[in-house]
C-alpha cells in the first residue's frame, strides 16, 4: 500500500521534472546563425530572438558614451553586412575585425538590436598578425 | 636528459600499472598471494615513478626551462614563483600528469592500509584503480606529454593565460582534481564489491571519509571558481551556467546524493542499488566533466575530434560506464534490500526523495549542457540553453532540497506519527512564517526571495532547535552547565555536529544565492570632482592612476566612495596589462558589508581620463554565500573524526548485512 504512494509520488516528481525540462528548454533555447544566412531570408529572422556570430567591420563603429550606445556592423564575408545596435558599455576587448557574437533581434527596417554583445577571441593568447589568413579561415577560428 | 628521464618514468609506471590491471585477478584465482602481493607494491612503484616525473616538470617550471614545450606554453620568466609552479596544472598535459600523481598517491595508500581490514576486495580495488591510471598514463605517454620537446630554443615563455594568475584560480583546479580523485576510491571499491560478489556495507563503510573528502574538495573548488569569477571576470555574478561550471557542478550534485544515500545502507541496509549507480555516475561525471572542460569540445563539436584525446575520454567513459552497469547488472539480487521503506512519512522516504532531486538536478544540468554539444554534432546547428532555463528549474529544485533538508532531520526513523510531526515542526514552521513575514513587513515583496528566505528560516530553526534540545537533555541529565553539555555533545556526536554545520553552511549559501533577486546594475560616466549618487552611495571620481604590479601594469580609476556623507571607502576599478597577453584584464573593485557588495567595474577611460564609464553594481547578500566555507571547512572536519562506534557481535553481523535478518 505505502508503496504504490511512493511510486506514485516519486513518478510524479520524475514527470514533472521532464516537463519543466521540455517546457524551459523550448523557452530558453537560442539558435546560432551567420551573418549570410539571416542575410539571405530576413523575414524569418524579424523579432525572432537569436544569436549571429561575425566580424566587427573595420570604420563601421559608432560610440556614444553619454548615451551608451554602440552602432557597428558584422560580416562573416565582407561582402554582406548587417547593422547592429547595443546599448550598454562597450566592453573591453571590443575590436573592429575581431570576432562577436550578438543576441537579439532583427526588427522590421533590418537593423539587429543586440540585448548582449559577446566578444570572442582566439583561444590562442600570442599576439599573430592575422593579416595574411584567409577570411573564411579567420571567421572561423574566432567564432566557431 | 632530465627530461627524458622523466618521460621514461612514465613508461615504466604505465607498464608497471597495466601489469598491476592483471596481476591481482590472477592472483585471487590461483590462489597465489604473492602476486597480489606485487600488484600492492607495483602501486607504490607507480606513485614512486609518478612523482619523479613530476618533479622533473616542476623543476623546469621552477628554472623556466623552456626547452620543455609545456613550460614554454603556459610560463614565463617574469611571473612570480607561485604562479610559475601553478602553471604546472595551467593546462591540458599537466593537469592529467597532477591528477596521475595524486591517484597513484591514493592508490598506493589505499593498496596498504586497507589491506588487512578488506582482504576479499582489495585485490579487484587495486586493479580497479589501476584501469583508471593505465588510462590516463596512456594519454600522459602518447597525446598528452607534458615532457614534450619544443621545436627551437626559446628564451622566453607564453606566460600563463593572466585569467589563470589569481591565487583562486591557482588553487581551483587542483581541489576540483582532489575531489574526482577522492571519489575514484569509493569507486573502485565498489567495483571490486560487485566483481567479487561481495555485497555487504564494507566498501561503504571504509570509504565514507574518502567520499566525505572528495566532496568536500569539489564543493570548495567551485566556490573558488566563483569567487574567481565574481572578482575577475567583472560580469557582476559568481555563476553563469556555463559549461565549464556544469562540467563541476554534476558530479557534485550526484556525489552529494551519494554522501547522503551511503549513510542510509550503513545504518540501515538499504539503497545499496541506489548506491552503486550514483558511485558509477559520480565517477563518470567526473570524467565527463574532465572532458568537457579540456577536450575544446566547447570552441566546437568537430574541433574535439581533430586531437585524440576528446574521443579517447569518450571512450573510457563508454567502457567504464558499460562494465560498470553490467557488473551491477550482473550482481541486482544480492544488491536488492531485504527492508523495503516502511512508511512515507519517514526518515528514509526523505532520503529517497533526497536522490531523486539531486538526480533531477543533476539530469537537467546534463541536458542543458550537453544537448547543444549533440545537437551541433548531429545537426550541424549550433545553439545555446541560456541560463533562465537552469535558474527556472534548478531554483524550484533547490528550494524544495532546503526544505527536505530540515523535515528530514526531525523526521523520524521508520514511522512519525501525525502528533509527533505536529509536536515537532509547529516552532520551526511558525519561525519560517515569522521569518519570511518580518521581512516581507519590512518591504521585501519578491515572492520567491521570501519563500527563500522562509524556508531557511524553518530550516535554521530545525537545525538549531533539534541540536539544541539534545544539549539541553544532555545537561540536564548529567546535572552539568549547559557550555559543558555543549562541549561534551559536539565530542560525542562528531558526525551530527558536523552534520549540522554544513547544513547550517548551505542555509547561509541559500541565503547569499536569494540576494540575487536583487542585484541592480547602473552604467555611470564620472567626470573628475564631480559626485554623482546612486543607491545610498556617492561616488567620487578623482582622476586616473598608473600602478606597476609585479609582472602587470595596472590602470584604474580612483573612486571615493561615501555613504551618509562620510566616507567609506577609496576604490580603485581598473584595467590589469600584462607584456606577453594583447588585451587587458578587467579588476573590479568592490566594497563588501553585510547587506551588499558595492562592485564597480571599469568599463571605458573615456579622452585619456577627462571622463570615465564605470558600470556599477550594487549585490546584496554575497557574503553570506561566502560565509558558507567557514562552515563547510568546520563541519567536515568534525565529521572526518567520526568513527562508528564498535558494536557488539549480532549487531555488526547485521549492519554488515550478513547472514540472518
Known sequence: ?144 | MLNNLGYLSLVAALAIAAYGIVAPHLGVRSNNWNLVRSAQFGTVAVFVLVLVASAVLLRAFIVSDFSVAFVWENSSTDMPLFYKISAFWGGMDGSLLFWELVLAGFSAFVAYFYRRTNREIIPYTVATLNVIQVFLLFLLVTWANPLAVTAGAPTEGRGLNPLLQHPAMAAHPPLLYLGYIGFSVPFAFAMASLIRGRLDNAWVVTTRRWTLFAWYSLTVGQMLGGQWAYEELGWGGYWGWDPVENAALMPWLTGTAFLHSIMLQEKRNMMKVWNVTLIIITFSLSILGTFIVRSGVLNSVHAFAQSEIGPAFLIFIAIVLTIAFALMFRRLRLLEARHTTDTLLSKESTFLLNNLLFMGMAFTVFLGTVFPLVAEAVRGTKLSIQAPFFNAIIGPLGIALLALLGVCTLIAWRYSSAGYLLRNFRLPVLLGLATAGALAAFGIRHPGALIVFGVAGFTGAVLLIDFGRTVVVRGRQLQIPLWTALGSTIMRNQQRFGGMVIHLGAVMLFIGLAGNYFNVEHNITLRPNKPVETEGYTLVYKGMQTKQQRNATLRGAEIEAYRNGELVEVLFPARSFYPTQPDPLTEVAIHRTFRHDLYLALASENDNGASVTLRVLINPLVVWAWAAFPLFTLGTVMAMFHRPRRLAEPALARNLGLSGS
Open chain 1, 1 to 144: 500500500m505505502e508503496g504504490k504512494y511512493r511510486i506514485m509520488i516519486g513518478g510524479t516528481i520524475i514527470l514533472t521534472i521532464i516537463g519543466a525540462i521540455l517546457y524551459q528548454g523550448a523557452q530558453s533555447t537560442v539558435f546560432f546563425f551567420t551573418p549570410n544566412e539571416v542575410v539571405a531570408a530576413p523575414d524569418q529572422y524579424v523579432n525572432r530572438n537569436v544569436r549571429i556570430g561575425g566580424l566587427v567591420v573595420p570604420n563601421s563603429t559608432r560610440w556614444d558614451p553619454d548615451r551608451f550606445r554602440l552602432d557597428f556592423a558584422i560580416t562573416e564575408d565582407f561582402r554582406t553586412f548587417i547593422p547592429v545596435v547595443h546599448y550598454g558599455v562597450k566592453p573591453d576587448m571590443y575590436r573592429e575585425g575581431q570576432g562577436v557574437v550578438v543576441e537579439g533581434m532583427l526588427d522590421e527596417h533590418g537593423k539587429f538590436q543586440a540585448s548582449t554583445l559577446l566578444v570572442k577571441h582566439s583561444e590562442d593568447y600570442s599576439a599573430q598578425n592575422h593579416a595574411g589568413d584567409d577570411k573564411k579561415q579567420l571567421y572561423k577560428s574566432v567564432v566557431r
